[in-house]
């Protein structure tokens, strides 16, 4: 084996989450190995080999072949953030005393605040001062060992160009910067003040003017859609996906994130790939994700931030055969950390799910939610050699000292693109 371009020594613990590049459901999700004293090999953009010392196949580096030593350290695939709202205007600190004044997300967003005054600010901020706002986000995002980040539109719903500004921001972000950004079309991500009355009729008109732009446009490859209590009920949320479908756009959705109205029910009905939030997923909702084969992208910062410590059911999601994913749903109202690590810290110790189940929902099954299966989310031989470093012993430790950002380096396609000072 020659041309090895980079290769991780000496690695304490090694998580290539190997297996078959597909989600993992049920005991499957918490089945992955831990190898010691284990090396990576990468040429150019593809891992060659991720295993132990003892059974690597005999190599050659390049010349100006980069090799990290990993002594003491946990290596893993690339994280993937599966579900944030990355590109927005401003920052919604003065929401923070009327939360400890009791006002509630619903409250805040029906009194014209929450997405309401994101939206104001989004359309107020040019396309460069957006981008240099969200390009501080994707770096502390990466800082975080994240590789591929998905981003949704929704802060300019009332305005298709707004909308389409968000959009050309986040692929700015792609094309510029190493982490990957996927998009999703969210303009039903709330209900203008003029349709307030008849969210029916801002369906009706995402329908008919949004979706036919956007999907010929071409970037954009899922759309979603908040159904939510004062937001779009089950029939409205349908209607959007069905026509998102026949567009070509692969349907996800907010759903039980603070009422249960049926969302689950939709999400098996369209064939989403993936159901967010489902802090209030009912037995019932476990059941119809199961049989429509949806994914369960949990945010478990989310719940967190809302202050009610209320946690997606998660072990009954995973008992039940339902894959889970764990992303941050960074955003500014209900999460506004790009923390990963914290994030998973809260679905091991509110949501009690293991270690290995959090790693596999920040990377083969947050790939899954992507639609990246095949090419990301395990360490594999012809796989991205996208990698996270973590200054850690073991991936228990990283889940136990939790509130600190642990990442050591990343590599994202083959090269170190962060390092932390
Ligand atoms: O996923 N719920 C809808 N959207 C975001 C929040 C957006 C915001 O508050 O600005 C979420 O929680
Ligand atoms: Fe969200």
């Known amino acids: ?6 290769k991780i020594e000496n690695i304490a613990e090694l998580i290539t989450v190997a297996g078959p590049d597909e989600k993992r459901c049920g005991k499957a999700q ?6 010691m004293d284990a090396i990576v090999l990468v040429e150019g953009e593809k891992i060659v080999y991720a295993g132990s010392v003892k059974e690597a196949p005999k190599y050659e580096l390049n010349a100006d072949a980069t090799v990290i030593d990993a002594t003491g350290k946990t290596v893993t695939p690339g994280l993937i953030d599966s579900h944030t709202h990355l590109v927005h205007g401003g920052s919604r600190e003065n929401e923070l005393n009327k939360k400890l004044h009791g006002a509630s997300y619903l409250d805040i967003l029906r009194a014209g605040g929450g997405i309401m005054y994101t939206l104001k600010k989004t359309k107020e901020m040019s396309e460069d001062e957006l981008y240099n706002q969200a390009l501080k986000s994707v770096d502390r995002l990466m800082s975080y060992g994240v590789t591929t980040v998905e981003a949704k539109t929704g802060y300019g719903i009332d305005s298709i160009e707004t909308e389409f500004k968000q959009l050309n921001v986040a692929d700015r972000i792609d094309k510029n910067h190493p982490i990957d950004v996927i998009h999703t ?5 709330a209900v203008p003040e003029e349709y307030k009355e008849n969210p029916a009729k801002f369906i009706d008109i995402i329908i008919e003017e949004y979706l036919p732009r956007f999907a010929e446009d071409g970037r954009v490859k899922f759309c979603d859609v908040f159904c939510e209590d004062s937001v779009f009920n089950a029939e409205d949320s349908k209607r959007l996906l069905l026509a998102a479908k026949e567009h070509g756009l692969i349907p996800k959705i907010h759903a039980d994130e603070i009422a249960e109205i049926g969302g689950t029910k939709v999400a098996g009905e369209v064939g989403a790939i993936s159901a967010e939030h489902l802090i209030k997923c009912t037995e019932e909702g476990i059941a119809h994700l199961k049989s429509g084969d949806v994914i369960a992208n949990l945010l478990p910062g989310t719940s967190f931030n809302m202050g009610d410590h209320i946690f997606a059911p998660a072990r009954a999601m995973i008992e039940n055969g339902v894959a889970v994913a764990i992303s941050t749903d960074y955003n500014p109202g209900s999460c506004p950390t790009e923390n990963i690590q914290l994030c998973m810290y ?3 110790l509110n949501m009690k799910m293991t270690p290995e189940e959090v790693l596999v929902g ?4 947050a790939a899954a939610a992507l639609g990246l299966e095949k ?5 594999m031989p ?8 973590f200054d850690a012993p073991n991936l228990d430790y990283i889940l136990y000292h939790f509130g600190i950002n642990h990442t050591d380096k990343v590599i994202k396609d083959g090269k170190l693109v962060y390092e932390a000072v």
């Not at 084996?1 to 980079?6: A, E, Q, V």
């Not at 090419?375 to 360490?379: D, V």
């Not at 012809?382 to 470093?389: F, H, L, M, P, V």
């Open 375 to 379: 090419e990301k989310g395990s360490l």
């Open 1 to 6: 084996m020659t041309n090895i371009s980079l």
């Open 30 to 35: 918490g089945e992955i190995e831990r190898i």
């Open 362 to 365: 920040v990377t083969i099954n």
């Open 185 to 189: 079309f969210m303009g039903a991500h």
């Open 382 to 389: 012809g796989k991205r050699a996208d990698i996270a470093i």
């Open 346 to 348: 809260l679905a091991c």
